[in-house]
């Protein structure tokens, strides 16, 4: 395993070199009706300064401005970064809750057509592969992810194949071209520098009559106003693009899909109270572990008690979209 080198302290004002200029219109409409919708710093360094959601007022499109540059992305989503976030998010959201929810997931989907090979972008270490081949056993399922991560998902056999890097990739799409009868993008299109660019090359690889499966943060979620900087989704600074669902059918009918399913209640994931808990206890001096666990138990609690009627409400964190791929 190759030696982790630690990463240098970037002082202040370099923070600048590490993003694009501001822009002054929505990347999704071209609109110039901006609002600042948050400021937030980085969670997981601590570092000085702070990153900036901007909301469209046309068609609600919400967005890291200024956008982190190539380096920054670099940077900021190296593979200790993702060690980071999930020792980060297990102080709210177990592994055993995980699974379930994957697993839980690969059932909801069960309903698909029986695929032959299947892609799962943004996959980390392949767990919801692994989860799903119980509903699939006769399905190849092939992982992509931005990080190592999906390397080790393939020497531990979650996957079948892995692909490192983003679908848009230089040749990324080219090389898998229409490989796939499904996609699956589980809180992927997020991260994705230009989303609308990872759907066109998504659909590249995927098949005639496939299914292509999004799964995302709603930024209409009623908790990103209630809680503001604190609310987990916003995810500074490793969110670039927060699309609404109704932005998202568009494009995708626009690109030639049927758009069969849209859900938000399943994908709601029950932890606004206790993620914000977790993000506000970050920023002050730290409490003891003795004072902390029982404000985070009963928070947990409160999530997944209101759970059963938050998901069926404006306070559903999260959507998923299922679209087929026309025959053309």
């Known amino acids: 395993m190759p030696t982790m080198i630690p990463t240098p302290y970037v002082p202040p004002d370099t923070t600048d070199t590490f993003q694009e200029p501001r822009r002054e219109n929505c990347p999704w409409c071209g609109s110039a009706r901006l609002r600042t ?30 956008r982190l540059s190539a380096e920054g992305l670099a940077f900021f989503h190296r593979d200790f970064y993702e060690r980071q976030l999930e020792e980060f998010t297990a102080r709210f959201l177990s592994d055993r809750a995980v699974r379930r929810r994957h697993r839980a997931t690969a059932h909801k989907l069960s309903a698909l057509p029986d695929p032959e090979s299947w892609l799962d972008v943004g996959t980390g270490h392949g767990h919801f592969p692994e989860a799903a081949k119980e509903f699939f056993p006769y399905t190849s399922f092939d992982g992509l992810d931005p990080t190592a991560r999906v390397e080790q998902a393939l020497l531990e056999e979650r996957v079948e194949e892995a692909h490192r890097g983003y679908l848009t990739t230089p040749g990324m799409a080219s090389r ?3 490989r796939y009868d499904v996609i699956t993008m589980f809180h992927h299109l997020a991260h994705a520098p230009d989303p609308r ?51 998202l059918c568009a494009e995708l009918r626009s690109l030639g899909c049927t758009v069969l399913v849209t859900d938000r209640s399943a994908p709601h994931l029950p932890c606004d109270l206790s993620a914000a808990l977790v993000l506000a206890l970050a920023h ?23 759970a059963p009627l938050l998901r069926r ?16």
């Not at 299914?211 to 969110?239: I, K, M, N, S, T």
């Not at 409400?313 to 053309?328: E, G, L, M, Q």
């Open 176 to 178: 898998l071209r229409a």
């Open 197 to 247: 660019a990872e759907l066109r090359a998504a659909l590249t690889t995927l098949r005639p009559g496939g299914h292509l499966v999004v799964e995302a943060p709603d930024p209409r979620c009623a908790f990103a106003a209630l809680l503001g900087r604190w609310w987990f989704p916003y995810g500074q600074p490793r969110h670039l693009h927060l699309v609404p669902p109704a932005n």
């Open 313 to 328: 409400t404006p306070f559903s964190n999260a959507y998923r979209i299922v679209a087929r791929k026309d025959a053309r």
């Open 37 to 66: 919708r948050v400021r937030a710093s980085d969670p997981l360094r601590h570092r000085p300064g702070a990153f900036v959601l901007d909301r469209c007022r046309d068609c609600a499109h919400t967005f890291q401005n200024p």
């Open 284 to 306: 002050v001096h730290p409490l003891p572990r003795a004072l902390a666990a029982p404000l985070l138990d009963v928070t947990a609690v409160v999530d997944h008690g209101l």
